[in-house]
């Protein structure tokens, strides 16, 4: 029934934008394909809407979802980059921006938002006035090619509040996830394709492997590669063994440090391992790649102070095989921010695969 309903839902707002955002031809009826190319940075996202609005509890309620900072990083990271756009200023240039939002609420009468309800048809007007269930519409190449719009709107201002407030995670979620595939599309055009080889027919699990990186530890229990650069590194590794006990997901910081102090040493200066910053830390429970885990998002460093940075991992068990992994990427990247680095290391790690996922 659940879903049934939100087949029904997603049927009620595409005929409602149906008259006004054809999926095979802009406005003018030429082809999608001769739109210019969507343009912009990284995790910016431009959200059309009355300055009002944007300098007002809507605007908060945005900023709360979009503009809060990432957990895990040494420094104060936003999610988002968010630029308010007057809609009486639109032009082609904003038009072609490759991540937007368009806000409007049918109380608000001045200048500004009524423009901004000259993107609904007379049709769609009515059917938000009849059902307050009504709030949201994702769009593909409206203006421009590759780019992603999101519609929000609602009879009144609270209304809409209130639907932010509630779907927060999966409003930021959905341009989380926009953003890691445009990373991947990018990331993967070339890979290392014979590191990958060795990981599978040795260790009986995948990950894509983008060019560049290197394998810099291959054990029975064990892999590491990275990329280094002159000015950062970029790490992944991966430890498994039998499952036979839940002691590590009762105490994953435990269970990384018994990891990293084995494993994460230095070759030259062997007293030398990586650890804990004790600050910052983030675990949750979470389902990776359909399987129960443990998350954490905090602070590396090494034993003797000269190096840090933030790292992701997951703690999971892949049933058919009967082991316990054990999944991390971590940026060493000093004096640059790390929110785009590690935002790279997810991407990674989510392309593991392991045990009947392989078949």
Not at 56 to 67: E, N, T, W
Not at 103 to 110: A, F, K, L
Not at 210 to 237: H, M, S, T
Not at 313 to 332: A, I
């Amino acid at each position: 029934m659940i879903v049934k309903k939100i087949q029904n839902l997603f049927l009620i707002l595409i005929t409602i934008f149906a008259a006004s955002c054809s999926s095979g031809t802009n406005k003018n009826g030429g082809s999608k394909s001769h739109l210019p190319v969507a343009r912009g940075e990284a995790n910016a996202i431009l959200c059309v809407m009355d300055t009002s609005q944007w300098n007002g509890p809507i605007g908060d309620a945005l900023r709360d979802i979009f503009s809060e900072y990432v957990p895990g990083l040494p420094q104060d990271e936003a999610y988002f980059k968010l630029r308010n756009i007057n809609p009486l200023k639109m032009n082609n240039i904003l038009k072609t921006g490759k991540s937007m939002i368009f806000v409007s609420t049918m109380d608000n009468q001045g200048a500004q938002s009524r423009a901004m309800q000259n993107y609904f048809t007379t049709s769609s007007l009515e059917k938000i006035l009849q059902d307050t269930s009504l709030y949201r519409l994702p769009q593909k190449n409206q203006f421009a090619r590759g780019q992603e719009i999101l519609h929000l709107f609602g009879q009144t201002g609270d209304q809409l509040i209130a639907h932010l407030k509630r779907d927060k995670e999966v409003l930021r979620n959905y341009f989380l996830n926009i953003e890691n595939e445009r990373i991947a599309k990018g990331l993967f055009k070339v890979r290392e394709k014979q590191i990958e080889k060795t990981l599978r027919d040795a260790h009986g699990f995948d990950v894509q492997v983008p060019y560049g990186y290197d394998l810099a530890k291959n054990q029975r229990d064990f892999i590491w590669v990275r990329l280094l650069d002159p000015e950062y590194e970029k790490n992944i590794f991966v430890h498994y063994r039998p499952y036979n006990s839940r002691d590590p997901f009762d105490d994953v910081l435990a269970f990384r440090e018994e990891i990293t102090s084995s494993y994460m040493r230095d070759i030259q200066k062997p007293d030398i391992f990586m650890t804990l910053q004790t600050e910052n830390m983030n675990i949750r429970e979470v389902n990776f790649k359909g399987k129960y885990a443990k998350e954490v998002r905090g602070l590396w460093k090494l034993s003797d102070i000269s190096g840090g940075g933030p790292f992701v991992s997951y703690v999971f068990v892949d049933e058919s095989q009967k082991r316990m992994y054990y999944l991390e990427g971590y940026v060493y990247a000093p004096s640059k921010d790390k929110r785009e680095f590690m935002q790279e290391i997810e991407v990674i790690l989510n392309t593991f695969r392991s045990g009947e996922e392989l078949k």
